[in-house]
């Protein structure tokens, strides 16, 4: 089993929309959690950390399920330039300095 | 605040010839990794210093992959001999301490031929 696995994608979707992701992870003692954006042939930057008690950045809402070991991100009101690769990375080990990647989940909004 | 610097932006080599990539983390960042990108996937680390020394190396091919972090500071990523599958984006990224936000150059697109 991959340390962090998402969602395979793509995901296509007309502008307006709401459009959630999941990701999962395999190491209940990870600690640390973000959502990170990669638009086409950039470096990865950071979109958001993602907090237990949840957390919401404008149309961003992150969301963390320890229970079940998996992660969150829902974009509401998807824009044309909300469309990236958006990357799960987790902190797997319970050392703070290690971050694993997920392959990614790509979004494309549609006009 | 300048960002990470990441030099050379592009590199064509032939297979079996060697490469070296150089990054420049933001001032005051400890730990630095290097991540190799294949298309279509996400960033896979292939080592991580916190300062000049090793954390975590495990999945550098140490046969034909190297790297250093001499005083610290700026760091070098070293392939010999390059192979067809090492085509990829490399990446250098840095943080300032855990948990903290980790920030990216913008790589080096290697194409092996």
């Known amino acids: 089993r991959k340390e962090?696995?998402?969602?395979?994608?793509?995901?296509?979707?007309?502008?307006g929309a709401t459009v959630a992701f999941n990701c999962t992870y395999s190491n209940s003692a990870s600690q640390s959690f973000f959502w990170y954006r990669q638009d086409c042939r950039k470096e990865p930057k950071l979109l958001m950390?993602?907090?237990?008690?949840?957390?919401?950045?404008?149309?961003?809402?992150?969301q963390l399920n320890r229970a079940s070991q998996y992660i969150s991100l829902l974009i509401r009101d998807s824009k044309l330039s909300d469309s990236a690769t958006y990357l799960c990375v987790?902190?797997?080990?319970?050392?703070?300095?290690?971050?694993t990647f997920g392959s990614g989940t790509q979004l494309t909004v549609l006009p | 605040e300048a960002g990470v610097a990441q030099?050379?932006?592009?590199?064509?080599?032939?297979?079996?010839?060697?490469v070296a990539f150089w990054c420049n983390p933001i001032s005051g960042h400890a730990t630095l990794y290097w991540y190799?990108?294949?298309?279509?996937?996400?960033?896979?680390?292939?080592?991580?210093?916190?300062?000049?020394?090793?954390?975590?190396?495990?999945?550098?091919?140490?046969?034909?992959f190297s790297a250093e972090r001499l005083k610290g500071v700026d760091?070098?990523?070293?392939?010999?001999?390059?192979?067809?599958?090492?085509?990829?984006?490399?990446?250098?990224?840095?943080?300032?301490?855990?948990?903290?936000?980790?920030?990216?150059?913008?790589?080096?697109?290697?194409?092996v031929v």
């Open chain 1, 4 to 15: 962090v696995e998402q969602d395979p994608g793509p995901f296509n979707v007309p502008e």
């Open chain 1, 49 to 62: 950390s993602v907090y237990s008690s949840g957390n919401e950045d404008g149309r961003f809402t992150a």
């Open chain 1, 90 to 99: 987790v902190n797997p080990s319970g050392s703070a300095r290690q971050l």
């Open chain 2, 7 to 18: 030099s050379p932006r592009y590199k064509i080599i032939e297979k079996r010839q060697s």
């Open chain 2, 36 to 64: 190799q990108q294949i298309l279509g996937q996400g960033p896979k680390l292939l080592i991580q210093f916190q300062n000049n020394g090793v954390v975590d190396d495990s999945q550098l091919p140490k046969d034909r």
């Open chain 2, 75 to 111: 760091s070098t990523l070293k392939i010999q001999p390059a192979k067809l599958e090492d085509s990829a984006v490399y990446l250098c990224a840095t943080r300032w301490e855990p948990n903290t936000e980790a920030f990216f150059g913008q790589g080096t697109r290697l194409t």
